[in-house]
Every structure is written in C-alpha cells, then in structure tokens.
C-alpha cells in the first residue's frame, strides 16, 4: 500500500512538472506569434506608406514632365528666329557687351540694362539701347524720352555716330512737340561737327540762332558756329 502511494505521488509530481512545462512552451510560442503578427501589422501598415508615397511622386513627376513640355512650347513660341523679322539689320559693333544670340533679351531687360547704365557707362547703355531697336523695331516703349536716350549714350560713346543720327532724327520727325526735340537737334548737329559736316552743322546751328537763340542749346552751338563763321570770312 505504501508503494502504491509513493508511485501515485510520484506520478502526480510528474504530470504536474510536464504541464507546466507544457504551459510554459504554449505561452512562449504564443508570445512569438503575438510578436510576429504585431511586426507584420507595422510591416503592412509601412508598405501602405510606401506604396501611397510612390503613387504621390509618380504624380509629381508627371506633373513636373507636364510643367516643362508647357515651358518648352513657350520657349520654342519666342525664340528669336520667330520673332525677328528677317529684314532687320545685324547688330555690328567691335565688341559685342549684349550678346543677344546668347541670352536672348526680352524687350524690358534690354532697356533696364540700358537705364542702368545711362549716364555711367556710355558704350554699353548705347548697345542696349540700340539693341532694342534692332530686334525689337516696334516695341511700345520706344518713345521719344527712350529715342533721346539711346542718342545721347551713343553720342558719348563716341563709337556710333550713326546711331545718334538715327535715334534723334526719329525724334525729331516723330515727336516735334516733344521736350527733347530741340536737344534732339543739337545733338544731330554736334554729330554732324564731329564728322566733318560743317555745313550741315551750320544749317541747324542757322535755325538756332533764328528761332531759339536764348536757350542752352544755342548757348552750346554758338560757339562752335562763330568759329566756323569766323572761319569762312578769313577766306
């Protein structure tokens, strides 16, 4: 009897030891799973991320593609070739400071440029002035304050004696009741002195001292005009 109780506590104690190793093994397996279905969820919830992130930039790169075919056809519309009539003369200087084959100046840059530049630096205002002039002929803002302008920096630059000619002489035949036409003429018959032109020089210079002698202008030309009168009673 005793070894039968001995035997049966025996027997207890291992079923008791084996269960709860058992327990122990199915709490740790569950643990695991627990663990691994967590990690998956977080895997899943991230691949969602992704996927919504890869559909967003797809968008933004068609987008971007859309926004530079669109720029493209606008730089296409104005290059210069198509909007520079093929009548218009070459710009020919011996140093070429707008380089217009390169940068391709809108209207409006050019004259900033050369409203930059009046009055400091007279060579590179008259090409920018005069440049508007070339590849834009019939632009708004050639007026006759622009027209004195681009005259005045070629005048000074002492380099185009035919662009003074030119802008004034526009200014003149435009715009005779502008505040810049008298100063327009004196520029053109200074122009005309520097070239040799003495008689041309003294036709303007004759209609100065007739109609508008107490005016700086005259006060400018006079003297140039008693030396060249001087000049021809000696003879």
Known sequence: MKSWTQFSLLSAILITSTGCELATQVEHKAKLINRY??????LSKENRQLKSEIVNLKYEIQTLKSKNQFLQLQLDEHKPTSRIPASVPTF?????????????????????VAEQEFGKNPERAAQFYHALSVYYPSHEKMD???????????YESGEHHDWVIQHMS????????????RGAKLWVAMTHLKLGDEQAFFKTAEEFRKKYRNTPEWNIL?????????KYKSL
């Open 37 to 42: 279905e967590n990690v998956a969820l977080t």
């Open 92 to 112: 020919k200087v011996k140093k070429d400071l707008v380089e217009f084959d390169v940068y391709n100046w809108k209207p409006n840059d050019l004259l900033a």
């Open 144 to 154: 006759d304050k622009y027209l004195f302008k681009a005259g005045v920096s070629a």
């Open 170 to 181: 526009a200014l003149i035949e435009k715009y005779p009741a502008s505040e810049f036409y």
């Open 222 to 230: 006079s003297g140039h005009y008693e030396k060249i009168v001087q």
